[in-house]
C-alpha cells in the first residue's frame, strides 16, 4: 500500500510568519507532487506542483522537495489569516496508471 | 464559469436507494476520477477513466458503479445506498500524459447523506 503522511495538527501560527507542512511518501518512484488547499466544505485547489529536487517558489509559497529522503514541503511566507484551510500532499504513483494518492491534510490557522 | 460540474451538490437519501452522481467538464481532458472524502481524511479514488472505453477501479470501488457517457461526463452510481457511504464526493479531471502535466482539476462536490 502506497502511503503519503502529514501530521494533521491543527498547525497554528501568527499572522506574518512562516508556516511549514511537511509531507513524506513511501513509494519511491514517484516523480510528480502537489501541494492542493482545501477549505472547509470546498473543492481542493491547486496551489504548487513540483517535479524535481530542490525548492520551486510562487509568490509567498514555496515547495522543497527531497527524493532522496522522500519527503515534500511547503512553506507559506507572511502567512495570512485567509490561508487558513486544510492542505493537502499528492503524490503521482509510479506505474502507468500514475494515479495520485493523497495525504489526510494538515490543518492550519493563521491567527490575526 | 465552472469547468467540471458536479450534480446534485447535496443530496439525501434512504439506504436501499439507488443515486447517481454527475459530473461533467469543459476542459477538453480525457481522464476522469471520482474520489469520496470522509470527515478528518484525505480522499479515496472510486474509480477512474482514461476515455470511454477504458474505466478502471480505484481503492475503495465497492459498492459503487461508474459510467462513462462521453468524454465530457462521468457518472457514479450507488446501487443500493448505504449509511457509511456518507461522505463528500468529488470529480476530478486531468489532461493526457505529455500535456502539461499530472494536474488533476476537482469539481466542487457533492455532499451525500444516507440515512
Not at chain 1, 501541494?35 to 524535481?52: A, C, D, F, H, N
Amino acid at each position: 500500500q502506497k502511503e503519503v503522511e502529514q501530521n494533521s495538527g491543527p498547525l497554528s501560527v501568527p499572522e506574518g510568519a512562516i508556516a511549514s507542512l511537511n509531507c513524506t511518501y513511501s513509494d519511491r518512484g514517484s516523480q510528480s507532487f502537489f501541494w492542493y488547499r482545501q477549505y472547509s466544505g470546498k473543492s481542493p485547489e491547486l496551489i504548487m506542483s513540483i517535479y524535481s529536487n530542490g525548492d520551486k517558489e510562487d509568490g509567498r509559497f514555496t515547495a522543497q522537495l527531497n527524493k532522496a529522503s522522500q519527503y515534500v514541503s511547503l512553506l507559506i511566507r507572511d502567512s495570512q489569516p485567509s490561508d487558513s484551510a486544510t492542505y493537502l500532499c499528492a503524490v503521482t504513483e509510479s506505474g502507468s496508471a500514475r494515479q495520485l494518492t493523497f495525504g489526510s491534510g494538515t490543518q492550519l490557522t493563521v491567527l490575526p | 464559469d465552472a469547468d467540471v460540474t458536479q450534480t446534485p451538490r447535496n443530496r439525501i437519501t434512504k439506504t436501499g436507494k439507488r443515486i447517481m452522481l454527475e459530473c461533467s467538464q469543459t476542459k477538453g481532458h480525457d481522464r476522469m476520477y471520482w474520489y469520496r472524502q470522509d470527515p478528518g481524511l484525505g480522499l479515496q479514488l472510486i474509480y477512474y477513466s482514461f476515455d470511454v472505453k477504458d474505466i478502471n477501479k480505484g481503492e475503495i470501488s465497492d459498492g459503487y458503479s461508474v459510467s462513462r457517457q462521453a468524454q465530457a461526463k462521468f457518472s457514479l452510481s450507488l446501487e443500493s445506498a448505504i449509511p457509511n457511504q456518507t461522505a463528500l464526493y468529488f470529480c476530478a479531471t486531468r489532461g493526457r500524459a505529455g500535456e502539461g502535466n499530472n494536474e488533476q482539476f476537482f469539481g466542487p462536490g457533492t455532499r451525500l447523506t444516507v440515512l
